[in-house]
């Protein structure tokens, strides 16, 4: 059977988007206490599949899984899917949010909610936790004013109440989940997820010394545009222990096997330390 990791326990917004794909709702799952920690276990062959959020429509990039992308080349991503998430206040049952003394949550999610926290419960501390069912899971257990942030699915699982619900600050909050396979080629173009489209999408990531210099950036760029390439999505993380100098990831809307796509990253090649494609595959 196909083993899915995902960053657990039960409950979290990737189970909920594991489960929303037939193929990966059927699959064995392996539960993992942080983001690294899934994509580390199909590295070591523990599971053929990592499901991991890449992107929020709110917060922008995930830099655990971006940084560990960059820390693992022999993964790949194979494929796509994007979840609308819309989180609740939840807590023990019979709890009044005038009663509720802390929040508890994941780092991503307490973001997403930070004009909620901040006008609705003002002075309210703010707990971080690894994920969004371990913060409704202690929130039902522990009781006594502690509320959890999470999706309703969790409130289900744990027995929860959900006191308030959709309290992220955009009510078009969506998160962009990617499936990392080892790079094998196995994966490409499916089986899973099955949500991908016609549509295919390549994402990269490249650095070098020169982006020191003026219009180092630019001039990789036009790589890309002078060819026709749309890029989709381009931010930049630091590059650990190099001050001042980034790491610059780049989604394509284009096969890696495309010709452009190809001649891009040869003229690119020559501008960098390194380039990187992080995988090609179909677009949700």
Not at 101 to 109: E, G, L, M, N, R
Not at 229 to 240: A, D, G, T, W
């Amino acid at each position: 059977m196909t083993r899915v990791a995902y960053l657990g326990p039960a409950g979290t917004w990737s189970h909920v988007a594991l489960l929303a794909d037939p193929i990966a709702a059927a699959a064995e799952h392996v539960p993992c206490t942080t983001i690294p920690e899934a994509i580390e276990t199909v590295d070591h062959g523990d599971a053929d599949y990592a499901l991991v959020p890449i992107q929020n429509s709110i917060e922008g990039g995930i830099n655990a899984t971006l940084d560990t992308l960059v820390r693992l080349p022999a993964l790949q991503i194979v494929g796509e899917c994007t979840v609308a998430v819309h989180h609740c206040l939840i807590a023990a049952p019979g709890t009044a949010i005038d009663a509720i003394t802390a929040v508890a949550s994941h780092p991503q999610a307490t973001a997403q909610c930070r004009e909620f926290l901040r006008t609705r419960l003002p002075g309210v501390p703010v707990h971080t936790v690894s994920s969004t069912a371990q913060a409704v899971r202690e929130a039902v257990e522990q009781g006594d004013g502690l509320a959890g942030l999470g999706p309703v699915q969790a409130a289900t699982l744990y027995g929860g109440e959900v006191l308030l619900a959709d309290v992220e600050d955009e009510p078009d909050n969506v998160t962009r989940f990617v499936s990392v396979a080892r790079g094998d080629g196995a994966g490409r173009g499916g089986p899973w997820p099955a949500s991908g489209g016609p549509r295919w999408r390549t994402s990269l990531v490249f650095w070098g010394s020169g982006d020191g210099t003026p219009g180092w950036l630019v001039s990789c760029l036009a790589e890309f545009s002078t060819r026709g390439l749309n890029m989709s999505r381009i931010e930049s993380r630091p590059r650990r222990g190099r001050l001042e100098q980034y790491l610059f990831f780049v989604d394509l809307d284009a096969r890696d096997d495309d010709g452009p796509v190809r001649e891009a990253l040869v003229a690119l090649a020559a501008r960098c330390e390194a380039v990187r494609v992080l995988g090609s595959y179909p677009a949700a």
